[in-house]
């Protein structure tokens, strides 16, 4: 494997689930205040929202004070659906009612030693009240059981009302009401305004627009500033339940566009020319769909909601409808598409740490979802890993050295060229937070609460522990030429 060099292309490969973002967050505030050269941000899950800010010079909005990932908490980003809220407050109201002769009869008895007292001062006094009460079950029954089945009868006609409605506008979408139980609204509106502040550039906006105008506005300011200082080229990647595999969406310059065509020529395509098993958002009508790629990575599988997306017409799955979600439920990490993308060097941030350990909480659904998100992190990445350290021997082994240096090995089964590439890879020590613990979560053993600004702090440190001081840090600077001696005027 060669050494790291600036000169090569570089790909920075993001990669998890949940608060594995914040990590990914710290690791790029490490690499921007180094100054470190980055050509290409795949981002794979949540990553793909660290790539779409690391790839439009938007890391402050990322992780500074004001960014994406302060002040998260799970209603930050996820809360019930709206209908599944009135449920649970139609039927606590009626739950109420049922308890109140309960409470009333506590309160009864609580207070029976005072009338124990007053009928001493005062004596028939407690036996009129008595009299009086034994007639308030006659005349309350009722209105009791009216307040006890009115929020069920509230309920079920609004569930008869809703269900007709849709089934008489909406019939083929009448199933999508009962797929999920968590709304990502509050997720959704925060990512759109983020990106908006860095699509915007310096105009000032009333409002923010339509997701599908943040895409393009946003495709746009990266398309003009490809080659400027901090705008990357750009893959991210998500997972099509339709064709049951990884559907990546790539905005890229043209020379390596054609790399990466030549490098995925036996992927699907559209009838006009596209990128294969691909969708490129510089073609007409993709810009659009940057903002639903983008969302992806905040939907996880069994979790939330999949995001319905429509592909425009002459490109690939033209006019077709399919159901998005995380990236990790494909499989892949994104280092083939960096690969496929001409990336010589690559550096891949997880949060997954090299040795599993097990998480803090154990039992009850979510605590089943993080164990199934971090079982899905792990083994993308080292699979992937496996994969590149595989080609890595293959081609030193079996290759040729190619015209800049290194080696290069043409498969004979597909007549791809592979050529060796740097790998460097930043996790942490273990695992301090599960995926979906965006609330926090305490160390049963040191009781200490960890929160997602620790992790952030801890890909920071982490950059600097396991790249910027040891790999950058160590190359050697260029030598400065010598000044060629001049001839001198002298005279005699």
Not at 170 to 187: C, H, I, N, T, Y
Request: hydrophobic share 50%; with cysteine.
């Amino acid at each position: 494997m060669r050494e790291y060099s600036p000169r090569r292309r570089t790909a920075l490969v993001l990669t998890g689930s949940g608060t594995s973002g914040a990590y990914h967050a710290g690791v790029l505030r490490a690499l921007d205040e180094s100054g470190v050269k980055l050509d290409l941000v795949v981002g794979s899950g949540i990553g793909a929202v660290g790539a779409a800010f690391g790839a439009a010079a938007g890391g402050a909005k990322l992780y500074g004070s004001d960014g994406f990932w302060s002040d998260v908490s799970w209603p930050a980003f996820f809360r019930l659906r709206p209908a599944l809220r009135i449920t649970v407050l139609l039927l606590a109201c009626s739950f109420g009612v049922f308890l109140m002769p309960v409470v009333l009869a506590l309160l009864a008895g609580l207070l029976f030693p005072l009338v124990l007292i007053v009928d001493l001062v005062w004596p028939g006094v407690a036996g009129r009240a008595g009299a009086a009460l034994f007639i308030t079950p006659s005349l309350l029954r009722a209105p009791f059981l009216a307040a006890l089945a009115l929020p069920i009868f509230v309920l079920c006609a609004a569930f008869l009302l809703a269900v007709g409605r849709l089934w008489l506008t909406q019939r083929k979408r009448l199933g999508e009401a009962f797929e999920w139980l968590l709304d990502p609204g509050p997720a959704r509106a925060r990512l759109r305004d983020a990106l908006w502040s860095i699509a915007r550039g310096p105009a000032i906006a009333s409002r923010v627009p339509q997701e599908a105008e943040v895409g393009r506005k946003y495709v746009s300011l990266l398309s003009e500033n490809l080659g400027q200082p901090g705008f990357r080229e750009l893959i991210l990647r998500t997972a099509d339940l339709e064709t049951g595999g990884a559907l990546p969406f790539v905005l890229l310059d043209d020379a390596h566009r054609a790399a990466f065509v030549a490098a995925r020529s036996r992927g699907p395509r559209s009838r006009l020319d596209a990128l294969p098993g691909a969708i490129d958002l510089r073609a007409p009508g993709c810009d659009a769909l940057l903002f639903d790629a983008v969302m992806t990575g905040l939907l996880a599988p069994g979790v939330a909601p999949v995001r319905r997306v429509t592909f425009p017409k002459g490109g690939l799955f033209a006019g077709e409808s399919h159901r998005l979600t995380e990236a990790g439920l494909a499989g892949g990490s994104g280092l083939a598409e960096a690969i496929a993308a001409g990336a010589e060097q690559m550096l891949v941030v997880t949060a997954a740490p090299e040795e599993a350990r097990p998480l803090p909480r154990r039992r009850g659904p979510r605590a089943l979802a993080d164990g199934v998100l971090a079982t899905l992190e792990r083994q993308a990445v080292e699979a992937d890993l496996e994969w590149v350290e595989r080609i890595n021997r293959i081609v030193d082994t079996l290759g040729h050295k190619t015209e800049d240096g290194g080696r290069g090995w043409q498969d004979p089964a597909t007549g791809r060229v592979y050529r060796s590439v740097a790998l460097y890879v930043i996790r942490p020590e273990q695992r301090v937070l599960a995926p979906l613990d965006l609330d926090g979560s305490e160390d049963p053993s040191t009781e200490v609460r960890a929160t997602t600004d620790d992790l952030l702090e801890l890909g920071y440190l982490d950059a600097y522990r396991l790249f910027v001081e040891p790999v950058v840090g160590a190359v050697p600077e260029a030598p400065e030429r010598a000044a060629e001696p001049r001839a001198q005027e002298v005279e005699l």
